[in-house]
């Protein structure tokens, strides 16, 4: 039941909406709490069709009284970033570009990568938009610097030092023999090659790496090379501009659904990164002004805050989001609409960058849109209650019995997720018991899942017959999970379901989308258990063969794996191909031949 909104003080704060089952669907922030929230309830007259279908889903109200419009704003974005609510304003996809953070404010700084900058007193470098690059500087940096990484806390009790120490690439001040201010020495000299001064720096890298030419030691050139290309490839990703303050440069383009914003990063005059986001945009009727207001309030809550702001429009409540900027920041912080210059061609060229980013959404939508009907053809013949998004595919290999592997396969959308797929070396299942193997490999996958509380598929889908279903539901009842379960035979490619009664199939066409994206998942299943299988069963092979020859080290043994590929290719060959491979004369390869036909 509504409360008596007659009751609520006539004072700034934030105002929770609950549907029946107490989950909060929208959060709003006031000036007169009991002013704005009556407004919903008047004539529905001039409300957008989003405020009319909030309004008809709410069933209580909350709030919470602030002392200033202020104070409410960061409330709002706060509970907003929190809870979600559907029908706010919500940012998605945030991808943040790596920052290298240096503590030196601590007695022993750390330097290491770092997605958020914060307001903590730390130095940052950054953003940088290849995370590749940073990870070799950093490991430049370890080498030369030789600065700790690691999180360990530094007590005054002495402790062992780590592998980094010992291989020379940590002065390990956890050892309390380190003098602190000849520590700080190696971080302000690391610093100073953060800040760009790295002229000096290539230099004697370029001459150590001729020395080690020189002297033959082309490893250990080849090792300098690629962190000089690393130092400039770091370079690179800076593009100069005009002007010297630091700023942030904020464009958006919208479709129906979400709006796509641009962020440009500007830091002593230079372009150092950007970042695409998306807004849910919850109502086409939403300005985008209002929007993008929304966009700063939750963006900046865990950002750094540049003296300025460049935006496309003016936006509500500007003045407040300025004095809310201020407070975060400690420093006056300017939103401006740049009309003429080059501040505008900077914003100009967000805008079209927001727009590309929008068009490549657009045509992965137009790439999935056929996955997307079949998985919504697979709900209805599956009678599932929601759209199988996520099906997770899974198959047995192994040669009578032996060197038994389970695969995994993901498709999200309809699409395989490479990124996702795992395999299993069976555990306790010996023989041929491919029923137990299935029953195995799933109660692993998920006890897992469970326990590390991560996705769970929408529908899992068992290569084979009732008894793979079957042994594969059976354990993910021990496991206290429903999740629809299926099998694909083979055979005639019936549909195995545990969901309308054993022994049970469902049929269906074809030519049926729906069934054409099964095939495939089994079939994925299929292709990556056997080249697991295959994987596994060659290193045990070779193992056995190469690794018991008299005069096979590992440099020899990898030669030998790269040039025939597999240990069958081996066994074919001939003494004289056998000596094509590098290092192999006529007597080792001899011994080959030998030891194999034993």
Same mark, same amino acid.
């Given at each position: 039941?509504?409360?008596?909104?007659?009751?609520?003080?006539?004072?700034?704060?934030?105002?929770?909406?609950?549907?029946?089952?107490? &989950?909060?669907?929208?959060?709003? =922030?006031?000036?007169?709490?009991?002013?704005?929230?009556?407004?919903?309830?008047?004539?529905?007259?001039?409300?957008?069709? @989003?405020?009319?279908?909030?309004?008809?889903?709410?069933?209580?109200?909350?709030?919470?009284?602030?002392?200033?419009?202020?104070?409410?704003?960061?409330?709002?974005?706060?509970?907003? =970033?929190?809870?979600?609510?559907?029908?706010?304003?919500?940012?998605?996809?945030?991808?943040?570009?790596?920052?290298?953070?240096?503590?030196?404010?601590?007695?022993?700084?750390?330097?290491?990568?770092?997605?958020?900058?914060?307001?903590?007193?730390?130095?940052?470098?950054?953003?940088?938009?290849?995370?590749?690059?940073?990870?070799?500087?950093?490991?430049?940096?370890?080498?030369?610097?030789?600065?700790?990484?690691?999180?360990?806390?530094?007590?005054?009790?002495?402790?062992?030092?780590?592998? &980094?120490?010992?291989?020379?690439?940590?002065?390990?001040?956890?050892?309390?023999?380190?003098?602190?201010?000849?520590?700080?020495? !190696?971080?302000?000299?690391?610093?100073?090659?953060?800040?760009?001064?790295?002229?000096?720096?290539?230099?004697?890298?370029?001459?150590?790496? %001729?020395?080690?030419?020189?002297?033959?030691?082309?490893?250990?050139?080849?090792?300098?090379?690629?962190?000089?290309?690393?130092?400039?490839? $770091?370079? =690179? %990703?800076?593009?100069?501009?005009?002007?010297?303050?630091?700023?942030?440069?904020?464009?958006?383009?919208?479709?129906?659904?979400?709006?796509?914003?641009?962020?440009?990063?500007?830091?002593?005059?230079?372009?150092?990164?950007?970042?695409?986001?998306?807004?849910?945009?919850?109502?086409?009727?939403?300005?985008?002004?209002?929007?993008?207001?929304?966009?700063?309030?939750?963006?900046?809550?865990?950002?750094?805050?540049?003296?300025?702001?460049?935006?496309?429009?003016?936006?509500?409540?500007?003045?407040?989001?300025?004095?809310?900027? @201020?407070? +975060?920041?400690?420093? +006056?912080?300017?939103? #401006?609409?740049?009309?003429?210059?080059?501040?505008?061609?900077?914003?100009?060229?967000?805008?079209?960058?927001?727009?590309?980013?929008?068009?490549?959404?657009?045509?992965?939508?137009? #790439?999935?849109?056929?996955?997307?009907?079949? $998985?919504?053809?697979?709900?209805?013949?599956?009678?599932?209650?929601?759209?199988?998004?996520?099906?997770?595919?899974?198959?047995?290999?192994?040669?009578?019995?032996?060197?038994?592997?389970?695969?995994?396969?993901?498709?999200?959308?309809?699409?395989?997720?490479?990124?996702?797929?795992? !395999?299993?070396?069976?555990?306790?299942?010996?023989?041929?018991?491919?029923?137990?193997?299935?029953?195995?490999?799933?109660? #692993?996958?998920?006890?897992?899942?469970?326990?590390?509380?991560?996705?769970?598929?929408?529908?899992?889908?068992?290569?084979?017959?009732?008894?793979?279903?079957?042994?594969?539901?059976?354990? $993910?009842?021990?496991?206290?999970?429903?999740?629809?379960?299926?099998?694909?035979?083979?055979?005639?490619?019936?549909?195995?379901?545990?969901?309308?009664?054993?022994?049970?199939?469902?049929?269906?066409?074809?030519?049926?989308?729906?069934?054409?994206?099964?095939?495939?998942? +089994?079939?994925?299943?299929?292709?990556?258990?056997?080249?697991? !299988?295959?994987?596994?069963? &060659?290193?045990?092979?070779?193992?056995?063969?190469?690794?018991?020859?008299?005069?096979?080290?590992?440099?020899? @043994?990898?030669?030998?794996?790269? !040039?025939?590929?597999?240990?069958?290719?081996?066994?074919?060959?001939?003494?004289?191909?056998?000596?094509?491979? +590098?290092?192999?004369?006529?007597?080792?390869?001899? =011994?080959?031949?030998?030891?194999? @036909?034993?």
């Amino acid at each position: 039941m509504i409360p008596d909104i007659s009751q609520f003080p006539d004072s700034p704060g934030v105002y929770l909406m609950k549907d029946t089952s107490e &989950n909060i669907i929208y959060i709003g =922030k006031a000036r007169s709490l009991r002013q704005r929230v009556s407004q919903y309830f008047q004539s529905s007259k001039y409300h957008s069709p @989003k405020t009319r279908v909030l309004v008809r889903n709410i069933a209580d109200i909350e709030y919470i009284a602030t002392d200033s419009e202020v104070e409410a704003l960061i409330l709002e974005a706060n509970l907003i =970033k929190r809870n979600q609510p559907r029908y706010n304003i919500n940012l998605k996809d945030d991808k943040r570009y790596p920052y290298v953070k240096v503590t030196v404010n601590a007695p022993y700084p750390r330097i290491y990568l770092a997605r958020r900058r914060q307001m903590d007193n730390a130095l940052y470098f950054g953003p940088y938009t290849s995370v590749k690059p940073v990870r070799k500087t950093l490991d430049i940096i370890a080498q030369i610097f030789k600065l700790r990484r690691c999180r360990k806390k530094i007590t005054k009790q002495r402790q062992r030092p780590c592998l &980094n120490y010992h291989i020379d690439r940590c002065l390990a001040p956890c050892t309390g023999t380190v003098d602190p201010d000849k520590y700080r020495e !190696h971080v302000m000299a690391a610093v100073s090659f953060l800040q760009g001064n790295t002229s000096n720096l290539i230099g004697q890298m370029e001459q150590m790496m %001729q020395e080690y030419a020189d002297s033959q030691q082309f490893e250990a050139a080849a090792m300098v090379r690629d962190q000089i290309a690393a130092l400039e490839d $770091l370079g =690179k %990703q800076q593009t100069s501009t005009h002007g010297t303050d630091d700023r942030d440069v904020i464009a958006s383009a919208s479709d129906e659904e979400n709006v796509y914003v641009q962020l440009f990063y500007i830091r002593d005059g230079t372009i150092v990164g950007r970042a695409d986001l998306t807004l849910t945009r919850g109502d086409r009727q939403t300005d985008i002004p209002e929007v993008i207001a929304e966009f700063i309030k939750q963006y900046y809550l865990d950002a750094p805050v540049p003296p300025e702001i460049l935006v496309e429009y003016p936006l509500p409540e500007q003045e407040l989001i300025a004095q809310w900027l @201020k407070q +975060r920041s400690g420093r +006056r912080v300017q939103l #401006r609409v740049p009309l003429r210059g080059d501040s505008r061609k900077m914003l100009e060229m967000a805008a079209k960058n927001a727009g590309m980013a929008m068009e490549q959404v657009h045509l992965k939508r137009q #790439r999935q849109e056929p996955s997307l009907q079949s $998985l919504s053809q697979l709900k209805d013949a599956l009678s599932l209650s929601s759209i199988p998004y996520r099906i997770e595919g899974f198959d047995i290999s192994n040669i009578s019995g032996s060197d038994a592997v389970g695969s995994m396969v993901v498709f999200d959308n309809g699409i395989p997720s490479n990124t996702n797929y795992r !395999h299993f070396n069976i555990r306790t299942v010996t023989g041929i018991d491919d029923p137990a193997m299935m029953g195995e490999v799933v109660e #692993r996958r998920y006890n897992r899942l469970k326990n590390e509380g991560g996705r769970l598929p929408d529908l899992i889908m068992i290569d084979e017959g009732p008894t793979q279903v079957g042994a594969a539901h059976t354990r $993910l009842e021990k496991l206290g999970l429903e999740i629809p379960l299926i099998g694909l035979a083979k055979r005639f490619e019936h549909i195995i379901t545990t969901r309308i009664g054993p022994g049970q199939v469902i049929i269906l066409p074809h030519t049926s989308p729906a069934l054409k994206l099964l095939m495939q998942v +089994r079939d994925e299943a299929h292709r990556f258990a056997v080249s697991s !299988h295959r994987q596994r069963r &060659n290193a045990k092979l070779t193992h056995s063969v190469l690794d018991d020859v008299a005069g096979i080290g590992p440099e020899k @043994k990898r030669l030998l794996q790269e !040039h025939f590929r597999s240990i069958e290719r081996l066994k074919e060959a001939s003494l004289e191909e056998i000596m094509q491979v +590098r290092g192999i004369g006529k007597e080792l390869a001899s =011994k080959i031949i030998e030891h194999i @036909k034993k």
